[in-house]
């Protein structure tokens, strides 16, 4: 455990922003997960629309510095490709 002020506090920073980071990630996950799981079930309308909200989750994990700009174009840009491909198929 710290033994100065300043250490004791950032600590508990640390605990609340780890928390908080692994809320927001999970989020982000669940909303790739629901796009994934609709294209596996090969319906189309429910994929499109769970791409349209995942968009937003995946942007704002942008700005609150979860993952990288790069990696969330390209999170949008293979489950558009995904979302798309669905209607090649059938």
């Known amino acids: 455990m710290a033994n ?6 950032r600590a508990r920073q640390t605990i609340k922003r780890r928390a908080h980071n692994m ?7 669940s909303a790739i997960k629901e796009v994934v799981n609709a294209v596996a079930a090969g319906n189309k309308d429910e994929a ?3 791409l349209k909200a995942a ?4 942007d704002s994990a942008v ?3 979860l ?4 990696k969330a174009s390209r999170h949008k840009s293979h489950l ?4 798309k491909a669905i209607g090649a198929s059938a």
Do not use: W
């Open 4 to 9: 100065i002020k300043s250490a004791e506090k």
């Open 23 to 29: 809320a927001a990630r999970s989020k982000l996950r």
């Open 48 to 50: 499109a629309a769970t």
């Open 55 to 58: 968009g937003p989750i995946i």
């Open 63 to 65: 700005n609150k510095g």
């Open 67 to 70: 993952i990288h700009r790069n």
């Open 80 to 83: 558009n490709a995904r979302v």
